[in-house]
């Protein structure tokens, strides 16, 4: 990555981590693989213990895939709306598993469900981060038409993080899929502007041009090497960051 810090120093201070609801599967192929929540719940307890506030917001695609569901006689609201209940799933295994761990945590929702989980709010989400819980963001949201990639984008951008961080199956930006072209490039560093020049693949629009707008940096990494949530927060981990 561009920017490292001292030895065990955080670069930043706030930061956002989106995982997709895939992330949680491990060697599954469908619902939550609990090695794989307490591996993840281990690395953000790490992240949090250098000082850096942590915010998380879940897919469901390991639950419920709605864009997927969408047109087989689900209309789309219908089937995101069932998406994101798969994202509440998400975040109560992660909440049940950090405090279980000794971590506070607090799960939000952005669509109110007050019985399972603390409905969102900007100013609630504040106070649980500056007290030093990790806060676990479902719903995306909280409408229709819009993926979890713009609700982490959304919550970076409301919650004021200095990043967001974006979990993937690999280790940053590539000029191609490097699971497909063993000859794609990975970028330690591109801007805004050359990711659209290269119609490179980072997020999707609507979560690209938020996070452009209100100028925060993105980091895309491999969530599936342990410690990795830390080594890119201290500048160790190998990840691309994307910045003005």
Known sequence: MGATGEAGVPIFKRALVKLSGEALLGPEAFGIHQPTVKQISE???????????????????????????????LSRPAADSMGMLGTVMNVIALEAQLTALGQPARAMSGVAMPSVVETYTRQQAMDHLTKGRIVLLAGGTGNPFFTTDTGGALRAAELECDVLMKATQVDGVYSADPRKDPNATRYETVSFDEVLRRDLKVMDTAAFALARDAKLPIVVFSIHEPGSIAAVLTGKGRSTLVSV
């Open 43 to 73: 690395d953000l307890i790490e992240a949090s213990a250098l000082g850096v506030e942590v915010a998380v917001v879940v897919g469901g695609g390991n639950i419920f895939r709605g864009a997927q569901m969408h047109g087989m006689g």
